[in-house]
């Protein structure tokens, strides 16, 4: 009954003294604690404690120290003996050494620590410069205005002059294009405040009002199962649709009238959505990169884009905790696939 009324070491074996570098005399009449040390965690010893007082058997993961003063990490199985009246006469502790996984398991956890902390930072570094260059932005093309009126009917034949300035506004146009669509990038975030219950039927009704003269234009048929409740962030979903749809639109072929469906399956916990066109399609050996930011497939002049649109789409699906994911073939058509949670109910 010494070492404070705790158990005593009555036996080890040899595996246990070449691992801690004790011997059997040395260890046999110490309390267990002597293999404990700074950094062991007095939450788990705690917890041992109260098992041993209440007979009750114990597992869990320890950190000890050996006889140099060495760190190792133990899966620790402590089980209760008893006489045959019941009473516990002593413990059984069956140690098992995960220094290796558990230092392995501690690197990774630190190191998704820091890149999360280099992800956060990068985003916070886009979304400051995207928004300090809008200032700069707006004042050149508020001066190449004022510089027009200026030199107002000098321009008049100045083809050249004419054109230079066409590049300008053109220039500074998909600049802030580009910004906008950064900063709409760089502000998606796991803000849990903002979920709601949000109408998929009422959100895509609004998409539709406001693309309604693109899809009166031309001709496009765009069609949609009935749509279910979601939980999320409006914001958020409202673009994931919109440039889904949008994109279906723009990648139509020329040929043939555009046809799009919203298609929606029950998928358990998830919402499965299809967003099915009949465009102009994806080459296999393209469909790896179309959602990394700034990736585009086709240049400027055919069709207009800042290729930040599916990268959009990718982080708000999967900061809804869904998966968004590609079929195409070319010449025949797009499928995107996208799952969202359900509401609970
Ligand atoms: P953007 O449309 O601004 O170029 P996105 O990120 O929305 O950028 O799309 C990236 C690329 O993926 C597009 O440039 C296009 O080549 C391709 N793409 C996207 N949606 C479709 C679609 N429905 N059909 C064919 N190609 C598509």
């Excluded at 036996?11 to 570098?21: D, I, K, P, Q, S």
């Excluded at 965690?41 to 869990?60: C, H, N, T, V």
Aim: proline share 3%; aromatic share 10%.
């Amino acid at each position: 009954e010494k070492n404070g009324g705790g158990p005593e070491i009555v036996y080890v074996n040899e595996a246990f003294t070449r691992l801690t570098g004790y011997t059997y005399d040395e260890s046999v009449g110490q309390s267990p604690r002597f293999l404990q040390g700074k950094d062991t965690s007095r939450e788990q010893l705690d917890l041992i404690r109260e098992a041993l007082q209440k007979g009750k058997p114990f597992m869990g993961e320890l950190l000890n120290y050996t006889k140099n003063n060495e760190e190792y990490w133990i899966d620790l199985n402590i089980a209760p003996i008893r006489d045959d009246s019941g009473k516990v006469v002593q413990f059984s502790a069956v140690e098992r050494d995960i220094t290796e996984r558990k230092n392995a398991q501690i690197e990774r956890e630190s190191l998704i620590s820091e890149l999360s902390v280099s992800n956060e930072e990068l985003e916070r570094f886009a979304y400051v410069c995207s928004h300090d260059l809008q200032e700069p932005l707006r004042m050149i093309r508020s001066f190449s205005d004022k510089l027009q009126t200026h030199i107002g009917d000098g321009l008049d034949n100045d083809e050249k002059g004419k054109r230079y300035f066409q590049f300008i506004t053109d220039g500074a146009t998909r600049a802030q294009d580009l910004i906008n669509d950064i900063l709409t990038y760089s502000s998606i975030n796991n803000d849990a405040h903002q979920l709601q219950r949000v109408s998929a039927q009422e959100l895509v009704a609004s998409i539709i009002e406001s693309m309604q003269l693109t899809i009166e234009d031309d001709n496009v048929s765009f069609t949609h199962d009935a749509l279910p409740e979601l939980w999320g962030n409006k914001t958020q979903l409202y673009q994931l649709f919109q440039n889904l749809i949008s994109n279906a639109v723009k990648y139509r072929q020329t040929s043939v009238n555009a046809r799009v469906h919203l298609g929606v399956i029950d998928s358990g916990m998830f919402w499965q959505f299809s967003m099915k066109d009949n465009g102009i399609g994806i080459e296999e050996r393209h469909l790896g990169k179309i959602f990394d930011v700034f990736q585009r497939l086709h240049p400027r002049g055919q069709y207009a884009g800042t290729g930040v649109g599916l990268a959009i789409c990718k982080k708000v699906v999967s900061r809804h905790g869904g998966r968004l994911w590609v079929e195409s073939e070319p010449g025949v058509g797009t499928t995107f696939y996208f799952t969202l949670v359900k509401p609970a109910v």
